[in-house]
């Protein structure tokens, strides 16, 4: 009996000192990733696999809308242009939007948003906003234009998400237009400025399908934040970077009275996306544990959750013929990634 107690007792032993390592190197490794912006990444062992390549010929598209079975894309040259595949990339058509003729738009600004069935044509400098409903594609003037903006997402057909310049407190701002009635529904709280009210919050608002959710990552800092469709903040986060401050260089044309950037800034998170409660960041600041090589022929993708802000994760998305990929989505472990002239869909194993 005192062989097989001793046993037992040495085998209770050895657990727990395994548990007691794993926890006090997962300890370590957090606060390495935080410490003096010298992070390492975590990179899962095949965590992404090559699917499908199409040539769109031109470099003009956008990434517009998803849904379960296609993908939609906008024309920056011909806003009722739109593109719709399959995520395969087998079955490729295009449509046109019927726009009024007796619309005033400032053509070029506008982006197509598609949030099936809705369709937007979306321009905040005029304002000007078109709705239709697939397949119908002849567009209605929104009966919502109040309010200029510089960003938008779609809340619903009767809501929308925008970020626009408040001149009361001289910053830009999250707010929510909403229409049937009309009404401007204002987040003063949500976008903390650093400096300027414009560059300091300048970032991408994207909307995760899932649960209609949210999120507002920065360019030039460490920080995103999550909210719900009333502009409820659920979650502040930081990226795994120590930039706190951004790094830009203002200067004011007191003539044109324009504010303008002096030098590049220093471009922390380039673009973002939401998914099933996970954050998705293209980061463009290179990690410790990361070569020089890879980190250059690739862009590299942090995955944070939007449950409790916590990094969980990196991948990385190949460079198309030496070009870095413009933008990007995730939808349902599907990676549609934008190159110049060629999009590309990837299969994520998580």
Request: aromatic share 12%.
């Amino acid at each position: 009996m005192n062989v097989i107690f001793k046993k037992i007792k040495l085998l209770a032993i050895c657990c727990l000192s395994s548990i007691g390592i794993v926890v006090i190197l997962y300890q370590l490794s957090r606060n390495l990733n935080h410490y003096n912006n010298q992070f390492n990444r975590l990179f899962p062992p095949h965590f992404i696999s090559y699917y499908h390549q199409t040539d769109l010929k031109f470099n003009s598209f956008y990434l517009a809308g998803f849904t379960k079975t296609h993908i939609f894309l906008g024309n920056s040259t011909a806003p009722g242009f739109m593109l719709v595949s399959n995520y395969e990339l087998s079955d490729t058509h295009h449509i046109i939007l019927q726009i009024p003729s007796n619309i005033a738009m400032v053509f070029p600004a506008a982006r197509l948003y598609i949030d099936s069935p809705d369709i937007f044509i979306m321009e905040g400098r005029t304002p000007s906003i078109l709705h239709g409903i697939y397949p119908d594609f002849l567009l209605h003037e929104y009966p919502n234009n109040q309010i200029y903006f510089n960003a938008a997402s779609i809340i619903s057909n009767r809501s929308l998400l925008v970020r626009a310049f408040d001149k009361e407190t001289a910053q830009n701002m999250l707010m929510k237009s909403v229409t049937r009635p009309n009404a401007i529904i204002r987040s003063p709280g949500a976008l903390i400025k650093m400096g300027d009210g414009i560059f300091s919050l300048d970032g991408t608002i994207s909307r995760d399908q899932y649960n209609h959710h949210f999120t507002y990552v920065y360019f030039y800092r460490n920080e995103f934040i999550s909210l719900d469709s009333n502009l409820n903040i659920l979650l502040k986060g930081k990226t795994i970077d120590s930039i706190s401050t951004p790094q830009i260089k203002i200067s004011e044309i007191t003539s044109e009275g324009i504010t303008t950037l002096s030098a590049p800034p220093l471009t922390v998170n380039k673009t973002s996306c939401a998914d099933s409660n996970y954050l998705f960041v293209d980061s463009k600041l290179r990690a410790r544990n990361q070569d020089e090589e890879s980190f250059e022929a690739s862009s590299v993708i942090d995955i944070y959750s939007l449950r409790n802000g916590e990094y969980l994760y990196s991948f990385y998305v190949p460079d198309h013929n030496h070009v870095k990929m413009k933008n990007f989505q995730v939808y349902n472990h599907r990676l549609v990634a934008l190159y110049e002239h060629t999009l590309m869909t990837f299969s994520l194993n998580f």
